[in-house]
Structures are given as C-alpha cells and as structure tokens.
C-alpha cells in the first residue's frame, strides 16, 4: 500500500510547511522493491533531521546490503492533526509507504526530549505504543539508536531493539537475521542481541532493592558498543538528497573525525564515540567533491567533536581548496581556542566565530578538564579578530561540579579581555559579543555521572549573578531554561519505570518538547504526579557503589577509570587529551592513539 498524495492535498494546503511532507527532494532515492524495508525515522521537525549525517549513513548502509530505506520525520502538529483527522496513516517520503508495513523502524535519538515524538509518530501510524501490545501482530520491529540509545531505559518498553554506538556496522547485520529467521521471532532476538551494538530491552530485566532503586540485572545478555574502526572504508552516502524547504545547516557535511581526545568530564559525546577514528584527507576530499557536485551547495561542513585537532588539517584544507570549486566555502564548526587554525578561519565564511570555555575561571576549567588557558583564549580571538572577525559566541556552563560565585563572575573578567583585545587596534566594525550559559545536566557513561543536578532555586541565584555581572554594553546574555534543563536530566539518567511517565506526557498532549514554544510544563508535572514518579530521585546524587540504569550496557569505558577522573576534578587535576598519554580508559584495544597513531 502507499498513500495517495491526492488524498492528503487538502491538508497539504492547510499548513505551515507542505514542502515537508511531500517528498520528491532533488537527490531523493527511491528504494527498488526489497525483501526488507527499513524506514529511518527522525522525531523531531523535516528541517532538523535533513541536516544530520549519521540517518543518512545508517539509510545507505541498509542500501549498500541491498536492502531498501526510507525517511520520515515528526510532522508538526497541523499535519499530524489533519493526519489523524482523515484516519491516513504516516508514511515514508520518497516511497509514501505506511510506517507500519516496513519491516523495520529506526528512531534516531540525538536529543532526550524527543522522547514523547517517539510515541507521537507511532501513533499516527497507527502501531501500538507498548512493546507488549504489539506481541501476536505483525508489526515492525520498533529500534532506537544515537547519543540517548546509550541508556534505553526509559523507552524500554516501547521498543524491541536500541542499537548502541556505531550503527553502520550492525543494523543491516540485524536485517538479514531477520529474513533468516522469518520475521521477528523469539529466534531473531536472541540472534540479534548476541551482536556487538545490539540491546534487546525483553531480554534483560532491571532487579529493585527494598528501597525501590536498582539493585542489579537479570538476563543472558549484556551489549557491547560497536565500534567502527576503519572509517576510510565504512559507509558513507556519496550523494544525498536536498531538502525542500531551508533546513538548519542547508550545507554538504562530511566526518573528518569520530571521537575526541579531550575528555572533557562533563561531555557524553566525547566518552561514548571514543576512541578518536580519523578519515584520510584522500577519503575527505573525495567525499566532498561528491556531495558538492550531486547536490549543488557552495559550502562544505567540517564536522567533529573537535575537528582543530585534526593532524592533517593544513593538508585537508590545502586538499579541498584544490580540488572543490573556487566559490564552495568551508563552515567553521565550533573550535577549541587552544586549536583555533587562522589559516583555517581565514578560509571559511567570516560571520560569528564560536569558542566554549565553559567554564570562567581556570580552576574550573582544570576540575571539568577543559584543558585550555585564558591566554589561549584570547590569542585565538585576536587571530580571528585580525582577518575581520567582529563577532564572538562565548558558551558556558553553570551549576559544573566545584562551582563557586567566583567560578561565574569569572566569565565577565574573560568577556572584558575579548572586548580590550579588540579595542586595541581600529576595527571597521563594533564588537559583539553573545555569551550562552546552559546549566549542567550529568548525563551518563562520564565522570560526572553520579553528580546532581542544581535545584531551580540555585539556578536562578546563579543566573542573576550573570546578568548581574554582564550588564555591558555590546554583551548579550542569554541562559536555557531550567525545567527544560531539568527534564533532560531526568530523562537522561532514568530507567524502566519512566516509561509510564512519557506516555502519561503524551497522553497529555505532550510532544515537541525541545521546542520552547511546544514545552507544557504543567502536563509534564502532571504526568509524573499521576505516576507518582518523583523528578527528584533522578536528578540527586548518586552513590560510587550506586547500581545505574545503564549498568547494563557496555560502552568500553572502565566504571573505575570515569570514577578516578571524578575524583581528579575534586582535585583539580587536569588528566589532558589521550595525544599527551593514555589515560587507560578502557578503549586501548580498539584506539590509535594508544598505540601511538595519530
């Protein structure tokens, strides 16, 4: 079956954006007939979803196995309404096949406050909610991956499979276990769960202690990360399809690197996609002629959690600027200031450049090891400040570990030296410099794991010392809210009985919640007053011995190793990038650096 756009055109002429739900992109790929179809679901807007790489790798990987793949993405609410007001079920864009016939769908989780999205798209595709609702029908096998699959926890029960870390390398592999096994038998799981990078939630139970928390794990199973090591030879799209409408990053993105070196103690990101795996500036360059000649951008992404630290940038962008056309420019992702590159920022689009010191002082820096000075902060602006650079975005962080009043009033002593930096010599422009302050939430597989998450009215005393002390002028403050803060936090170290939560949210009306507009805060206090789920036992701290939700899983980070760095920042005690010595993490097997490459 396919939906007939026919039927849907009135709805299509009601809402916001109707380029998001049509297909038919410039570069679309329709799927020959297949005996297995994958759908790779975004839930979050069209826009958003078609800016990331990682669906588009994992679609390709299913295509390189000759297996066919789709996208969907949350359709705002005035589609999703009209939608299920003409009982038309939610469909793939280039095959508008149903969801509920694929065979497979994959959930790409980036962001934990998607999670009531999750149950928003199954249910306009009309697919029970509840993994045990679905058992005896014939529905898809419902799979999550991305940053948030590393604790699955709270969407346990609503999905059969959460692939952790490299998908690339397993998901297919779980493709043709199924078609081995016909379909999503007891069979298939036990096959698919036996894989690196495979969680099977139906397999593993979580043990309560008296006091109601986790006391241990019952199950045959307990997932390793998969790992990709090679990343020259791992898949990547050659070209790819063109969004409709603008989309967030409307550019060509390649991977120069997967991991990071830094360690920085608050970052999931830089634990969970260690170790560092670097493309060939022969690979990189030929991606990115590829994508710039199928898809008609003039400006190539160099992405990374830290692409500075790439060993061969100076030949990579020698390499590029040869080899793309003369207009194509290069977008500068967010740079370290111990690793700024003037050649580099030379070369790309001059509008903001973007530095996160996430921390004011230099004790702080050392205690989250953001191993990077003041005067290497100041350098990098003066550098950028000297090719015509006239505007900064300055992130940091508050409520870190540590964190004393001083720590804060620290950023205005950093947000004076910028601005006396750039004063010193005639500039065509003012300056403007914008600083961004997130509160800290401690999110899991990283040294600050165990830590709590500030209460509100901590924040807000934290907060008023900022505005307090950069009321300057040309200096624009701006801080993320703290119940959405908050929320994220509990999401991101919860377990298996928040799941009763997120329903109750959506059942709420709860859904989009990352975009402040679409935030009900009174439904999601409602929801977990319903459950009787106290917000609170997510966000304390939680004790060295402490059993956690995503004790289950095995990243490849020794639990010791992220302990013995929580004790460092106590100390102050900065551990530096794996370049300068491996730390032992855990990872030395399958990391380069370890074995002295880089």
């Given amino acids: 079956m396919t939906v007939n756009m026919d039927d849907i055109k009135d709805i299509l002429a009601r809402v916001e954006k109707p380029a998001r739900y049509t297909g038919g992109e410039f570069g679309e790929v329709k799927s020959p007939p297949s005996p297995f179809y994958f759908c790779m679901a975004f839930p979050d807007l069209y826009e958003v979803g078609m800016s990331n790489l990682g669906i588009k790798i994992v679609a390709e990987s299913f295509r390189r196995r000759g297996y066919a793949a ?108 199924y078609l081995e096994c016909g379909g999503a038998t007891q069979e298939f799981y036990r096959r698919a769960a036996a894989l690196d990078g495979v969680y099977v939630p139906a397999l593993t139970r979580a043990l309560h202690g008296e006091d109601g928390r986790i006391c241990g794990f019952e199950g045959d199973f307990r997932p390793r990360r998969a790992i990709v090591s090679d990343l020259d030879g791992a898949v990547f799209p050659a070209a790819q399809p063109v969004p409709n409408c603008e989309s967030v990053f409307d550019r060509s993105i390649i991977e120069v690197m997967r991991g990071c070196y830094r360690g920085c103690r608050f970052c999931q990101a830089g634990f969970i996609y260690r170790p560092v795996r670097q493309r060939g500036v022969e690979t990189l360059t030929r991606q990115a002629c590829s994508l710039i000649a199928s898809t008609g951008y003039d400006e190539v992404s160099l992405n990374s959690l830290s692409t500075g630290d790439y060993p061969r940038l100076r030949e990579l962008l020698r390499s590029l600027k040869e080899s793309l056309p003369e207009d194509v420019t290069l977008a500068l992702p967010s740079l370290r200031a111990d690793s700024f590159d003037k050649d580099f920022a030379q070369d790309a689009r001059r509008v903001s450049l973007t530095f996160a010191p996430e921390a004011g002082s230099q004790r702080l820096r050392d205690a989250i090891n953001k191993d990077v000075t003041e005067d290497e902060i100041i350098s990098a602006a003066e550098s950028a400040f000297d090719i015509g650079y006239s505007a900064v975005k300055l992130y940091f962080m508050l409520g870190l570990p540590t964190e004393t009043d001083d720590d804060l009033r620290a950023i205005r002593r ?87 939560v997120i329903e109750r949210a959506y059942e709420l009306g709860c859904r989009f919640d990352g975009w402040t507009k679409e935030l009900k805060k009174d439904a999601w206090a409602q929801a977990f007053a319903d459950c009787g789920t106290d917000p609170g036992e997510y966000t304390r701290e939680r004790a060295a011995d402490e059993v956690l939700p995503w004790d289950a899983i095995d990243v490849g980070i020794d639990k010791k190793f992220l302990l013995r760095e929580r004790r460092r920042a106590y100390d102050g005690i900065v551990t530096g990038s794996c370049t300068a010595g491996c730390s032992g993490c855990g990872l030395q097997a399958d990391c380069p650096a370890a074995r002295g490459e880089r």
């Fill in 70 to 177: 789709d996208f969907c993405f949350a359709p705002y609410t005035d589609f999703g309404d009209g939608l299920k007001s003409a009982g038309v079920p939610l469909y793939s864009l280039a095959l508008k096949k149903p969801l509920a016939e694929f065979d497979m769908i994959g959930f790409s989780l980036q962001f934990e406050l998607c999670y009531t999205n999750l149950l928003y798209m199954l249910d306009l595709a009309g697919i029970p909610l509840r993994r045990a609702d679905r058992a005896g029908g014939r529905y898809p096998v419902i799979a999550i991956g991305g940053p948030c699959a590393v604790n699955p926890e709270p969407l346990a029960d609503f999905i059969d499979i959460a692939f952790i870390g490299d998908g690339e390398s397993v998901d297919a592999d779980v493709a043709a276990i």
């Fill in 414 to 500: 950093i947000v004076d030296l910028i601005k006396s930096t750039y004063g010193r010599k005639k500039r065509a422009k003012g300056l403007r410099v914008s600083v961004s302050v997130s509160t800290f939430i401690p999110k899991p597989f990283t040294p600050f794991q165990w830590e709590r998450q500030c209460s509100e009215a901590e924040v807000e005393a934290k907060q008023k010392i900022l505005r307090d002390c950069l009321y300057i002028k040309g200096v624009t403050l701006s801080w993320s809210d703290y119940f959405t803060s908050r929320l994220e936090g509990v999401l991101a170290r919860g377990d298996r009985r928040l799941g009763a």
